[in-house]
């Protein structure tokens, strides 16, 4: 019922900068935390960034001043704008997207939460 489409992700130098989108899609009701996370080779899923519908935002301490998070609410879009990027920011990065949808006709419809996983982006840092 909800669909994530993820972009942006490339090869770069040490140093430079790529911006990841993630946008949503479906019968959305509403949508909470919208979040990317990163996998390198042989280690967990971890999360770089979150969001929430409030504003809030937090960024993993390896990270911070130099990603920044941001949503556009009104196209249902979290970015990742990644500079200084260093060998080790390296992974396939996700996003995850937590929120209500609906399902059904307009006289009988029913509200669920979700939460959903992008298909990945490869990111690759060279030194």
């Known amino acids: 019922q909800v669909q994530l489409v993820e972009s942006g992700g490339g090869l770069v130098q040490a140093g430079g900068s790529l911006r990841l989108s993630c946008a949503a899609s479906?019968?959305?009701?509403?949508?909470?935390?919208m979040d990317w996370y990163r996998q390198a080779p042989g280690k967990q899923r971890d999360l770089v960034a979150g969001?929430?519908?409030?504003?809030?935002?937090n960024y993993a301490d390896s990270v911070k001043g130099r990603f920044t998070i941001s949503r556009d609410n009104a196209k249902n879009t979290v970015y990742l704008q990644m500079n200084s990027l260093k060998p080790e920011d390296t992974a396939v990065y996700y996003c995850?997207?937590?929120?209500?949808?609906?399902?059904?006709?307009?006289?009988?419809?029913?509200?669920?939460?979700?939460?959903?996983w992008g298909q990945g982006t490869q990111v690759t840092v060279s030194s």
């Open positions: 969001s929430t519908s409030g504003g809030s935002t």
């Open positions: 995850y997207v937590t929120g209500t949808y609906y399902s059904g006709t307009n006289n009988a419809r029913t509200y669920s939460p979700f939460g959903t």
């Open positions: 479906g019968s959305i009701l509403s949508i909470n935390t």
